[in-house]
């Protein structure tokens, strides 16, 4: 079954540490681009981060720049999101999210696009004293 | 950044009828590259259509994408019972990505 599996979340006071993961089932995970997304209670939905499916590319939302790092173990199928100097306002249900694969058009122009196709149950981050 | 605003914030409607759902952007997405999706209490979002009219794979044929520039749509034809949820669009043009701030769609 083709599966996105969260885990890590946690009541964690202001200014903790948590590292959450994401263990993908399925397919064939070094060939895609993963990223994390958050939803605080009862709010919308928010990028957090990117990374492509090698590692070596790396994007942040500016509000967790400098305080969230993403990483991939494909030999493990894994995502990871480590959480630093966390704030009440990153609470949130933090979901991994896949984006498809790129692919050519008849014009030769590769496609690459970021929407997200296959997405985690999510885990729940509470930060509170 | 790209601001996605969805209207209604809230869709009061019966099963059987007709819901159009509104994503106006406050910068042109650059070749149409907008997002819909699904969620339900509870669950994580599902993927109903991308490039602003593509529908996913298993997404019935009720709903359907349009739109281009700053102005999309979602429609979807003849409700059903589990279609009450809430819709997001999402814009994936320009980074970074962003979100409209959701519509729900209510059983009236």
């Known amino acids: 079954e083709v599966q996105l599996v969260e885990s890590g979340g946690g009541l964690v006071q202001p200014g903790g540490s948590l590292r959450l993961s994401c263990a993908a089932s399925g397919f064939i995970f070094s060939s895609f681009e993963m990223n994390w997304v958050r939803q605080a209670p009862g709010k919308g939905l928010e990028w957090v981060s990117y990374?492509?499916?090698?590692?070596?590319?790396?994007y942040y939302a500016d509000s967790v720049k400098g305080r969230f790092t993403i990483s991939r173990d494909n030999a493990k199928n894994s995502l990871y999101l480590q959480m630093n100097s966390l704030r009440a306002e990153d609470t949130a249900i933090y979901y991994c999210?896949?984006?498809?694969?790129?692919?050519?058009?008849?014009?030769?122009?590769?496609?690459?696009?970021?929407?997200?196709?296959?997405w985690g149950r999510g885990t729940l981050v509470t930060v509170s004293s | 950044e790209i601001v996605l605003t969805q209207s209604p914030g809230t869709l009061s409607l019966s099963p059987g009828e007709r819901a159009t759902l509104s994503c106006r952007a406050s910068?042109?997405?650059?070749?149409?590259?907008l997002a819909w999706y699904q969620q339900k209490p509870g669950q994580a979002p599902r993927l109903l259509i991308s490039?602003?009219?593509s529908r996913a794979t298993g997404i019935p044929d009720r709903f359907s994408g349009s739109g281009s520039g700053t102005d999309f749509t979602l429609t979807i034809s003849r409700l059903e019972p589990e279609d009450f949820a809430v819709y997001y669009c999402?814009?994936?043009?320009?980074?970074?990505?962003?979100f409209g701030q959701g519509t729900r769609l209510e059983i009236k």
């Open positions: 490039g602003a009219a």
């Open positions: 990374i492509s499916s090698s590692g070596s590319t790396i």
């Open positions: 910068q042109s997405v650059s070749s149409s590259y």
């Open positions: 999402q814009q994936y043009g320009r980074s970074p990505i962003t």
């Open positions: 999210a896949r984006v498809p694969r790129g692919y050519y058009d008849r014009s030769g122009y590769y496609h690459d696009e970021w929407y997200f196709d296959l």
